[in-house]
């Protein structure tokens, strides 16, 4: 399985990269193709809206016709959007391009975590190195991205996906097992329902605030509609299980601290030190490191080590910002490994692609909240408002862990 569980880590790796990636590229893209600071908001919100609102319902099609075909079908979609996004010769095709790089990665991602819960013969170490590739992947992106940036254009952080997916593509027939959950039917209104929720709470938190009303309705009708679904998107038996939601608690948790923070610092770099994006990025090695070290050696105090990195974030010293990216590192690495692995065991085989699509929707959710009401408070604020979240959610899930008694998954 060494072959398969790399290939699906390293498409992992890819679709979470594209996430930070794009961040440092947002000058030199609203230079080139003359965009509003409006309007360059949406390079990032058509990819957040349609990753974010397709998530779930892509984890519970994928137990229902097949993970390996889901996961075949997200990279080339996938690809070809990234080779769309590097072409585009205006604004709205690269909006566009973007929304159907949402698309592709929403199919592909959980699809992958479902294929190696459910085929993996070592899970807990198969969803260490997944969670690795994940945390690393977002992390790199500061990093990869200034490098891109700086050498080849902004075109080229998007060109670099095509020949990866399309090598992945050619694979996957070859090395993957197929899988897939008990027969059942497909709960089309449930999953416009949630798709719907979770779409228009992103854009109510990103872009147009009333769509927040917009968005309650859409769940309270999924809610409405789960009751009387024979075979419900999401069935109720997970939401009543502590570990799962626990663990889909701590993957929120940490996007929305981790992510708005590694933000308020690259662009604090940039706009205040007037560094190049190449050096912001370069920075942020140790960060990167010690979220791939957190993730082998998963150390205890995840959150609270991100607590702390952030609280040492806000005192701005230069010896300060290195200790602070390695102890925030380290805890993301360590805490999303557990988060994953509790949140995948919580559930049974043929329920593994919705565990992964809603542990990655709660982490997807996690980053649009804590960017859309920290990045706003400034550096300061940002920072020790990240410190105290974390602090916070740390508290709240040590308190939950000791209360909830021990479940054996059947």
Partial sequence: MRLPVTLLCSAQFIVVLDATIVAVALPDI??????????????????????????????????????RRLFRAGLVTFGAASLGCALAPSAPALVAARALQGVGAALEMPAALALITATAPDRDRAVALWTAAAAAGGASGWVLGGVLVETLGWPAIFAVNVPLCALGALLVPHVLPESRGAPRGLDVAGSAAITAGLALLVLGLTQWPAALPLAAAAFAAFALIERRAADPILPASALRRPAFMHA????????????????????????????????????????????????????????????????????????????????????????????????????????????????????QIGTVVGVAALVPLGYTEGFLAAAVAALAAATGSRRTSRRRPTMRRR
């Fill in 248 to 363: 889909n608690g701590v993957a929120l948790a940490l996007t929305a601290t981790t992510t708005p923070a590694m933000f308020l610092a690259i662009l604090y770099q940039q706009e205040e030190l007037g560094r190049s994006a190449l050096a912001a990025g370069l920075w942020c090695v140790p960060f990167n490191l010690a979220v791939i070290a957190g993730s082998a050696l998963r150390p205890p105090g995840g959150l609270f080590a991100i607590a702390a990195g952030a609280a040492a974030l806000a005192t701005f010293s230069p010896v300060a910002l290195p200790v602070a990216f390695v102890v925030m590192g380290l805890g993301l690495g360590s805490a999303s490994v557990a988060a994953t692995a509790a949140g995948t065991r919580a559930l049974p085989d043929d329920e593994q692609g919705i565990a992964a699509g809603v542990l990655n929707a709660a982490a």
């Fill in 30 to 67: 609203r230079q080139t193709l003359g965009m509003s600071p409006e309007s360059l908001q949406w390079v990032v919100t058509a990819y957040t809206l349609t990753f974010g609102g397709l998530l779930i319902a892509a984890g519970r099609l994928g137990d229902l016709i097949g993970r």
